[in-house]
């Protein structure tokens, strides 16, 4: 299988190619040229012939059918962490509520999506750089869970070096401890006085920086990217769609060739578009909906075909993690229905204006796929607190946002009439305080708290007020986190940035 450009391709690459080096020609990000096949015949095998029917024979399959250029040795070595750093045996359980079941994504080592997909890429991304006897440095912005799992994954791994910047006092205390407890020599935490945006622009400046060049020269080391324009990770975000739907089967919930509705929390769009690559394999899903918080890019995408970031400023919710006004991933679906030429008249536009307007035959080619909703805080929390009351049910805040997305778009009559999966983003450990908020109804000074960038109630205490009042318990790697010690915390300017990985990447 070979990967080629959104923006043009000088040369076709193979999958080892493009995890170690993920930027495409003109800016443009790499798809594959061609989709694999795993319909009806394959999914009955996963139900059949496998008896065991794990995820990970599943992944397997996935990465055979994509032909990825890695050996297999090292594809079982990666896919064994699923067994070893998960805990759940189903790796992605799936719980039936009273009208849609939730997979849920989060039972790695930091309690969120990310380790999905950041797990098994660790391991092939150190091995493949050990392989060809090559360094690698991994520059990470994070509004919060990125970093960690980034962080997680490659610890102490040879061959690579990992700096992970985030907005200090952005991201919620357990997010920021999981980073700041890091003991790792290969890798620096860097907390800046400024916003996700800064960090991330400041990354995007660094990479044209002719210094900071010339110095990864001299120290023979390479860039390479963890977030989701690398498609390392989007492939092993395809996996759990397959197994949802696997599941459903075993459950008897459906028949085969049954098709099926998905709602995903979103925000750079690297978790939808895993479920629009599966069902562009033959997975039978239906629709793809797209849950979105306040920044609603997404949802004034998918209704209306415009993707207009003029006059938009980025709001903070309480589901920071899709925060994002530009998402990335996209592009990819972009590409995938109206092709390269397209693709770089709408990403050129969206660049250079802020904006780009679809035209009426392409909105609808778009929402053959997907439809859309968004959600407020306050309809989170209203969500969060019922579902506990009348199911028994604790959901994050990121997940409230797709369960409302199910809520309204059945009203409507959108969706309803299928099965419907709805993806649960991240455990309730990692937002605490806004899980205390929305069950206690105490609006602890929201506002004054907001503008302070702090929470009204510490992480410790809510998780400590959750375990008490509800039939829940915080694993281990969360509380933990609390007795730590603070080994990595660096706090800096943000002109400071370049400063400090020339120093860390030096030694
Ligand atoms: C990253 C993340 C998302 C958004 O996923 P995308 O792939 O960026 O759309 C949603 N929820 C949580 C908890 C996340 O960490």
Same mark, same amino acid.
């Given at each position: ?27 443009? +990000?790499?798809?594959? *040229? ?115 799992? &980034? ?63 010339? &110095? ?97 400023? +980025? ?24 092709? *390269?030429?397209? &693709? ?26 997907? =439809? ?11 969500? =969060? ?41 991240? *455990? ?23 503008? *302070? ?55």
């Amino acid at each position: 299988m070979k990967f080629i450009g959104t923006r043009g391709t000088e040369e076709k690459k193979s999958f080892s190619e493009v995890i170690l080096n993920p930027a495409a020609l003109n800016g443009g +990000l790499f798809v594959p *040229e061609k989709f694999p096949k795993i319909d009806e015949k394959y999914i009955l095998r996963f139900v059949d012939e496998f008896g065991e029917k794990t995820y990970r024979h599943i992944a397997r399959t996935v990465l055979r059918k994509f032909k990825v250029d890695l050996d297999d040795d090292l594809i079982e070595k990666a896919l064994y962490l699923y067994l070893k750093n998960f805990d759940s045996d189903d790796v992605v359980p799936l719980v039936r509520l009273k009208n849609f079941s939730v997979a849920e994504l989060w039972h790695g080592p930091t309690r969120a999506f990310k380790d999905m997909a950041l797990q098994p890429f660790g391991v092939i991304l150190s091995s493949l750089a050990q392989e060809k006897n090559e360094n690698y440095l991994i520059l990470a912005a994070t509004s919060g869970d990125t970093g960690p799992a &980034t962080l997680k994954t490659f610890e102490n791994k040879e061959n690579i070096k990992v700096v992970c910047i985030y907005p200090h006092k952005g991201t919620s205390e357990v997010q920021k401890l999981q980073m700041v407890t890091t003991d790792a020599k290969n890798e620096k935490v860097l907390g800046i006085l400024g916003d996700f945006d800064d960090a991330q622009t400041a990354l995007k400046a660094l990479l044209k920086d002719d210094e900071f060049k010339e &110095t990864l020269k001299e120290n023979n080391i390479k860039l390479s990217a963890a977030n989701s324009v690398n498609f390392g990770r989007i492939i092993f975000q395809t996996v759990y769609h397959f197994w949802s739907y696997i599941k459903l089967l075993e459950n008897f919930d459906i028949e085969l060739g049954d098709k099926i509705d998905v709602i995903i929390p979103s925000g750079n769009f690297g978790n939808a578009l895993g479920a629009y690559y599966a069902k562009k394999m033959g997975l039978p899903i239906d629709k793809i909906v797209i849950a979105s918080n306040k920044n609603n890019v997404l949802y004034e995408l998918i209704t209306y075909g415009r993707y207009d970031l003029r006059d938009k400023d +980025l709001i903070k919710t309480i589901s920071p993690a899709m925060d994002i006004l530009k998402s990335s991933n996209v592009e990819r679906v972009l590409f995938d229905k109206f092709g *390269e030429a397209r &693709t770089i008249e709408l990403m050129t536009s969206l660049e250079n204006e802020g904006y780009f307007e679809l035209n009426e035959e392409e909105l609808k080619k778009l929402q053959e796929d997907f =439809i859309a909703d968004f959600a407020t805080d306050g309809e989170c929390e209203e969500i =969060i607190k019922r579902y506990v009351n009348e199911e028994y049910y604790l959901m994050d805040t990121h997940t409230a946002t797709a369960v409302k997305a199910y809520e309204y778009l059945k009203e409507k009559n959108k969706i309803g009439d299928k099965k419907t999966v709805i993806y649960s983003t991240a *455990e309730w450990t990692k937002f605490a305080p806004s899980i205390y908020e929305a069950l206690t109804g105490e609006d602890v000074n929201r506002e004054i708290a907001l503008e *302070e960038e702090k929470n009204a109630i510490s992480d410790k205490d809510a998780i400590a007020y959750i375990e008490g009042h509800l039939k829940e318990k915080a694993p281990d790697v969360i509380t933990e986190l609390f007795n730590k010690e603070i080994t990595n915390e660096n706090i800096i300017n943000k002109d400071k940035i370049k400063e400090e990985i020339i120093k860390f990447i030096s030694k």
